[in-house]
């Protein structure tokens, strides 16, 4: 399978733009995305999870209720051995997350890599207050990725414009670009939370 420990750490560039994110990078992640408005008693679902080190952050940080899925067998087993998640904190590709109602849906750098049937599907799912998406896009539809590093992961499969991308999640009503520190959008990001 194309997502497993290769894909993560051995072959950064060669096969993938991924790096395995350090705790201080995804705390400052955490606390950015925290200061959008979430609550310690929200429930947060992040897709696309990876090892669930940014779940890792929200708990140290006193969220309780916080659940990761991810395709990738390999980081599921290495976030639940890494940061002690219980499985149902941590599971491998539970399309239901999607539609729970949570308060935060977390899609981060990960639509890009999902085929077009599947991406129809998982948009349908989506029953979140709250979505927040980062991706990268194009300046227009046919063309390259804006940003070169987005344009050398051969996972990525969804290339398209900011406008493609809010007309495919228009199902929610309102959709604010992000502008921290570290999550941002940028004429080669599509940063952003959806609401409903």
């Given amino acids: 399978m194309r997502f497993e420990k290769g894909y993560f750490k051995d072959h950064f560039g060669a096969v993938s733009n991924y790096r395995d994110y350090t705790r201080r990078r995804h705390g400052e992640l955490c606390e950015d995305l925290i200061s959008l408005g979430m609550s310690l008693d929200d429930k ?11 779940l890792a952050e929200f708990t140290a940080r006193g969220f309780y209720d916080v659940t990761g899925t991810d395709v990738s067998y390999w980081a599921i087993i290495e976030g639940r051995e890494c ?17 729970d109602d949570a308060d935060w849906l977390l899609a981060l750098d990960v639509l890009e890599h999902v085929g077009n049937e599947e991406l129809g599907c998982l948009v349908e799912l989506m029953r979140c207050k709250h979505l927040v998406i980062r991706v990268p896009v194009c300046g227009a539809e046919g063309e390259p990725y804006v940003i070169d590093v987005s344009r050398k992961d051969s996972t990525h499969t969804q290339c398209h414009t900011k406008e493609w991308w809010l007309k495919k ?9 992000i502008v921290l520190s570290s999550i941002y959008e940028s004429e080669g990001v599509l940063a952003r939370v959806f609401s409903r």
């Fill in 44 to 54: 947060i679902v992040d897709f696309g999870c990876a090892t669930g080190s940014l």
């Fill in 169 to 177: 999640l228009s199902k929610f009503t309102v959709s604010t670009p």
């Fill in 83 to 99: 940061y002690e998640f219980r499985p149902d904190t941590l599971q491998f590709l539970n399309y239901n997350l999607l539609a």
